[in-house]
DNA sequence: CCTGATTTGGTGGACTCTCGGACATATTCA
DNA sequence: TGAATATGTCCGAGAGTCCACCAAATCAGG
């Protein structure tokens, strides 16, 4: 390699036959993995963790300290024993920057993310619900400007993530009650013109995934189900080597599965979907109907406030509540086998006892012989969660997931 | 590659690197995974199949021809337009064989398969259910001995399959309900030394899905579902690249998620799993309680012949079986995006008529943005379908589905 | 203060792949 | 008979890893 860093040619990309080019980009790949998820350590550490010759290691090293993404720590103060002190590498600031676009119900976020997971800079912008496809693209694409254009030509991709049902591959939103504006957007393409950089476009949950595994409490976990649980829900899970994903990459859509085929109707115009009885809507028309706490009105923080207060109603809806969470994440037991839950959303404000009794019903929701084991946790990405997801999103399919292959010799 | 096809190493197998010579098997997999697929072919054509040069194509399939695996035909009588004649190369008769052994309900089939899905030696043997541990592997390695005895050291690998949830990594029967004394079995080790090849442990729905993916209606397919349908219920799904597999790659158990959190308790020890109102035992229990044709000693095939007769009972009991079949598909669709499905087990007897109602039933159940071209069809697998599913998951195994990385340029 | 054990990082040659272009071969069409 | 077209092969270049040494830095002990 020298030192002129050649245009390397992407191959894989049409779909062809590896190559033993995209043996080194699926290395590198792999290194650079390594350093996300269990930190800083030396190039002999390294080699170690990755399972390959030293001297290997050191020349793909060589080619990342030079591109700039990599940086040479001070030898460190010597651990234990005798040798040669390690000298450990780590992420360079501002390493493979990547920018994050995050719409929601309500607002968008925007943001530059380095692979440390630090935001060198962040918006949040108002957006309104109502708003119609081409004033939504406008406000967006405006939000973009502000925190891109200093990042210009340094980005290496853009995540965008929406809360609906999208074909990732293709970057097309096919369903979005959330934000109506969404549906059938060209924002990918807008954003990829203005911005010159490849843009993934991505689910909520998923994206949430995706950032646990890289920045929260998935980091060094295989497998794992991130949940979203707000005025509406749904799930992205990990399992090894790979996002969950359905035909094309379609993104998965839990909260509509039936889970009581005489239930209420759903958004979606479905019957008994999981989200009927799982969003906090349910929590808060229950409230009404029982006429506990602040009815309507009320919220998981609220609810469990009062709960912890001694009120009885409170805590028994909240009971039902956990109950009805965990018919959802139990068939996420019994189907895949997830055993590890990071809960988002406006739901872990409901606070520690609440969490505790969602991990009992799940518990009691799962086939025996899956039952051990199982965690439930609440996010602690906390504001983040949505931008470094995002950002995830771009630096997971610049890195892969690398696909192990299981082949035998043949 | 000289004559005397040295022995390959399996570096990657270690969980390394990916190097050269890993790039080597992964291509030569994808090779015969397109002569599998799509039928046999000349090496410009095969090379055009998996986009590579044809001079790269070529050194695969020499290296190919001489281990024995596949054969070049006679110059075929010229398609269309000019140019010299093809050669079209198709798998060698006895090639890649695979022992399949099934145990299910009642019976263990046992088997010798080659790559084109012919079974060169075949038997069937009755097990009794109530049969212990050994007792029961001592009656299915007496079958194997009978059948495999002639092929020793010619098979790649021995997949067997079992109606249980199991983890194939580490070739352990979790539970199983249905043959008690597989839990815990020692098969695989006994199978491996007594055979000296690598046994694949795998659910049974899920061997149906490879099955019919290598050798079926799945053939060309990159996404489908096969379900099973009988006493018990599940569904193996084949998604683009890979089975889907829960954490640590345990099997699936579609049939125990909970679709009704009123329902009827079920084998597993839960309520309302989608196998206490989707299993032929159902199907059965309503009609002894409805009083329809033969009561609980009826079958789909009665009930289906009945209501083509224009019996209003049987017809009305067939609708209701067919919505609750719906259900748990349905939900593989939200989830999954799947939309074809291939129906295994005795359901499939109750005729064109109960087809066409399910399938109108699973696009109702459906989310609407995904409703569109959802089909469901029997298998045409019958007899063999066991069988040639346990072969098939050698033979995936073998050549993995090649992990497409999805990894830009770094 | 020197020596040996131990660990880290670098170098050069062998090996395994694919790629790209040039070349021989076989068949059809004008 | 000759041009066009498609198939299959040969050979050198390029990319990457592996292996076996070698140099450098630290510590323990005499």
Redesign the pocket.
Known sequence: ?TASQ?P?RT?SAAG??????D???A??ARVLQSLLESGPA????LARRVN?????L?????GLLQAGVLVEED?RP?AG???????PLSFAPEALLSGAVAVSRGAVETAVVDARGVLPARHRDHLPTTCGRAELERRVLEAAEGVFAAYRGRLRGIGLTVPALCDPEAGVVLSCTAVPGLEGTALPRALATRFDAPVRLEQDVRAFAIGEKWFGQGRGRTDFAALQVDVGVGAGVMLPGHLLEGVRGYTTQLGHTCIDPDGARCSCGLRGCWETVASTRWLRAEAARRGVVGGRGTSPRRLGARAAAGDAGARALLADYADNLAIGMANLVQLLSVRFFIVHGDVVHAGEDFRRLLHERVVARSMPALADGIEVLFSELDQDAGLLGAAATVLSHHLGDTPAPAHDHL
Chains 1, 2 share one sequence.
Do not use: D, F, W
């Open positions: 390699m050649p390397r191959r062809g036959l590896l190559s033993s080019s043996v080194g980009t290395n590198r030396s190039r002999a550490e390959v010759q030293r001297a290997t050191s020349t793909i090293v060589t030898a010597h024993g005798a040798g040669k002190p390690a000298r």
